[in-house]
């Protein structure tokens, strides 16, 4: 786990990349924040987790860090160590965690529960989509209070470190951490549409794999939204696709989500 500084002090302000190791935007998009060394106002940390996946280009080197919440100091598995190490970390800082994902080009935000962190912070970030996790949030970092989960766009592409950028300068205005005169655009907060993350989608054990639908944009029911070899899937009842993709994950293709409506202030 590498750890790096903009300001003075005891930050209570934090950016976290490479949670996944084959997610190499959040660690572009802080390279280039430290080159560009921002003056801030508050002090900012900044954490590259997963240093041993990110050289390997695996998501993981044991099991997924962000299944392994809390962590334990003494477990058997890296990651699990690390967990507890990066818990540490970031246990009294409001946190942006980057992402990327093989499912949706545009970024989006996603919390725990849609609480004040989320109603201050997500206004300032570059995007239109915030996703609530609850259900699903055990495991990982995002159940820890005043953490924010962005996906910044597609694994590996040069937008997805750019729109990393976006989403990092966006958190430190939103959390008071640039200084006022610089003001960076923000988002209309009306603008920014929130769906509940439901049943993920099993794969069950097929060999190829496809996607009809798009996240985001509602399946009707009755509707053929994937297939597993030659079968397909067809919807029990209408949803909202989230994080669904052919490969982006082992067993699930991604979730069923719930449109809730839009953040209010
Ligand atoms: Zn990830």
Redo the contacts with the bound molecule.
């Keep these: 786990m590498r750890i790096e500084q903009l300001g003075e002090g005891a930050p209570e302000i934090a950016v976290v990349a490479a949670?996944?190791g084959d997610?190499p935007c959040g660690v572009r998009a802080v390279e280039r924040l430290l080159a560009e060394s921002p003056a801030v106002e508050r002090p900012v940390k900044f954490v590259v987790a997963n240093e041993a996946a990110l050289e390997k280009d695996v998501r993981y080197v044991e099991e997924d860090l962000?299944r392994a919440f809390p962590g334990d100091p003494d477990a058997d598995t890296h990651e699990r160590r690390l967990a507890a190490d990066l818990a540490r970390e970031v246990r009294d800082c409001t946190t942006l965690s980057l992402?990327?994902?093989q499912s949706y080009a545009e970024p989006f935000a996603l919390v725990d529960t849609v609480d004040a962190i989320a109603r201050s912070v997500c206004p300032y970030l570059p995007v239109s989509v915030l996703v609530e996790t609850e259900a699903e949030s055990d495991g990982r970092l995002i159940e820890y209070p005043h953490v924010v989960e962005a996906e910044c766009g597609l694994q590996g592409s040069d937008s997805a470190a750019d729109n990393a950028v976006e989403l990092i300068y966006g958190f430190l205005e939103a959390t008071g951490a640039l200084p006022d005169d610089e003001p960076v655009a923000g988002y209309d907060q009306n603008d920014v549409e929130v769906y509940r993350l439901g049943r993920p989608v099993p794969k069950n054990g097929a060999d190829d794999y496809e996607v009809f639908a798009e996240n985001f944009e509602r399946v009707p029911e009755g509707e053929a939204f994937a297939a597993a070899d030659d079968r397909e899937l067809v919807a029990d009842e209408p949803f909202y696709p989230v994080l669904m993709s052919a490969y982006g994950y082992e067993n699930v293709f991604g979730y069923r989500g719930e449109r809730i409506g839009v953040l209010d202030g």
């Design positions: 949670i996944h997610e962000n992402h990327s994902t």
